[in-house]
């Protein structure tokens, strides 16, 4: 083996400002979340939820890197928007290009679908992914400095069916996962229609420009539209008067909405007008929507300003990366946040997640003595080569601490070698319920097992 290289000093980056934490153990980042293995049934459930809906509305997954250029969100995101100005996780690296964690994950999906000549497949392509973003925003319950999104996109086609489509797969996520949620939908018009209606927000916000927050304030000539997506009491209260974007909306833009509000009609989707969805983000073209949980009064968690899933139509997005104009729909729903409504529902009693728990390993295999040990690795190996989920803790020595370990998992037998048992040929049954235990031959442990467990093969 070759010597470890020795890290130069200089190339260690600089101690951060808040340096003097030398002897403090490393601790998570504010804003992270570790996932622990208590977690990750529910986890799994929503990967498993996410594959079937995408296997059913003909999805395909894709993954993409966690680090882009800087310049991707800056253009197609926007430079204006809270995620561009303030929550990038954005830097230099060593050879001097400028990257950033994706905060979101549209973006990518068109770049890859551009970079791989997706458009030269049959359209329109349907993808969807699975993966964490990060924001550097203010942690709070539901909202983290890196969350999971699963979204799903369909690229290169313009027609308003697949937007109705996709409001329809978002409300059937949700819908199997009992989650009671309401559909707000709007359209944000687009290039040709959009600037007028902007125009027309400045000037219903320009000479009220005293009660807005100082945020807006700074909106007001860059990025009106936004105005109408601050929650601070003082701007609520204007935007009740503002002109709304429907009456601004071209003919092209108007007639797509007016079908895609037909089509959810016809799947009889219950959706709510919502005139100031506008969604924070630049690439956004007519159809606008969100998912959003039914609230109750005595609920915590979530606060009331928590979507749960949100997307919308960016036929413009492939041109904001300089290429040809891409038709594209797409949504992205926020695992965590999704999974705290889980819990609650669970507690309300209303969702079984017992139906989703691991298998629990139904045998346990406990040894006394080195030849037992050496045994019992080799019979645990047959185990799993016959798909008997096994479990074991050859560390320990004690039976009685071996017993326990197997009832705490649940098993429902264990398998007992000791010295006598090695030199008769013979292991011991144990039922764990009963506590019954009987001798058997050990050739015969495997299909024993199976006979109880009434596996076929
Ligand atoms: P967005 O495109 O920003 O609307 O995000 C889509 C969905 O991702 C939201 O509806 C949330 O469920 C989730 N999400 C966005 N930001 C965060 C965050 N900081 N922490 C947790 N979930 C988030």
């Known amino acids: 083996m070759g010597r470890r290289p020795k890290i130069q000093k200089e190339t260690l980056p600089p101690p951060s400002k ?3 934490t030398r002897n403090k153990m490393p601790q998570l980042l504010r804003g992270f979340k570790d996932i622990l ?8 459930m929503m990967m498993s939820k996410a594959l079937k809906l995408a296997q059913d509305y003909g999805f395909q997954k894709i ?3 966690l680090l882009e250029e800087t310049s991707l969100f800056l253009r197609s995101v926007g430079k204006e928007t809270d995620i561009v100005q303030k929550e990038m996780y954005a830097f230099t690296d060593k050879g001097g290009d400028d990257i950033c964690l994706r905060p979101e994950g549209t973006a990518s999906v068109i770049r890859a679908y551009l970079e791989h000549g997706m458009i030269a497949w ?6 969807f992914y699975w993966g964490p973003m990060f924001r550097y925003s203010r ?4 909202r983290y400095r890196q969350f999971y999104q699963l979204g799903f996109e369909i690229l290169g086609e313009s027609e308003p069916v697949l937007d109705s489509q996709l409001v329809l797969l978002a409300y059937n996520f949700f819908k199997g996962l009992e989650i009671e949620i309401e559909i707000q939908i709007n359209s944000v018009g687009c290039p040709l229609c959009r600037p007028a209606y902007q125009r027309s927000l400045i000037n219903y916000f320009k000479p009220k420009k005293r009660l807005l927050c100082p945020t807006c304030l700074e909106r ?3 990025n009106p539209l936004r105005i109408l997506d601050c ?4 701007c609520e209260e204007l935007k009740d008067g503002a002109p709304q974007i429907i009456d601004w909306l071209c003919e092209e833009c108007k007639n797509h909405f007016i079908k895609v509000l037909e089509f959810l009609d016809e799947l009889e989707l219950p959706y709510d007008l919502n005139p100031l969805l506008v969604r924070g983000l630049d690439y956004y073209t007519k159809t606008a929507f969100e998912i959003w949980p039914i609230f109750k009064e005595d609920q915590a968690g979530l606060t009331s300003q928590s979507a749960l ?7 413009g997005l492939a041109q904001l990366l300089g290429q040809k104009t891409i038709p594209a729909s797409g949504f992205s729903i926020g695992i965590e946040r999704t999974i705290l409504k889980v819990k609650e529902k669970e507690k309300e009693g209303k969702f079984d997640m017992d139906a989703w728990e691991e298998r629990r390993p139904d045998v346990f295999i406990a040894q006394l003595g080195e030849a037992a040990k050496r045994k019992a690795l080799n019979l645990f190996e047959s185990f799993r080569e016959h798909n008997i989920l096994t479990s074991e803790c050859f560390s320990k020595n004690s039976l009685k601490s071996q017993l326990e370990q197997a009832s705490k998992i649940g098993a429902k037998y264990t398998f007992i070698l000791g010295q006598k048992e090695i030199l008769d040929g013979t292991i011991l049954l144990r039922e764990m319920e009963g506590g019954v235990q009987e001798i058997i031959d050990y050739e015969k442990a495997i299909s024993e097992i199976k006979k109880r467990l009434e596996m076929n093969h």
Do not use: C, H, M
């Not at 942690?139 to 539901?142: A, D, E, F, H, R």
């Open 63 to 65: 993954d993409t890197p």
């Open 220 to 222: 007001l000539s860059k």
């Open 122 to 127: 049959p359209q329109p392509v349907k993808l």
């Open 231 to 234: 929650s601070e009491a003082s």
């Open 37 to 44: 293995p208590s977690e990750q049934t529910y986890w799994q």
């Open 309 to 315: 899933a949100g997307g919308g139509r960016y036929d």
């Open 18 to 20: 808040k340096g003097g």
């Open 139 to 142: 942690p709070q319950s539901g």
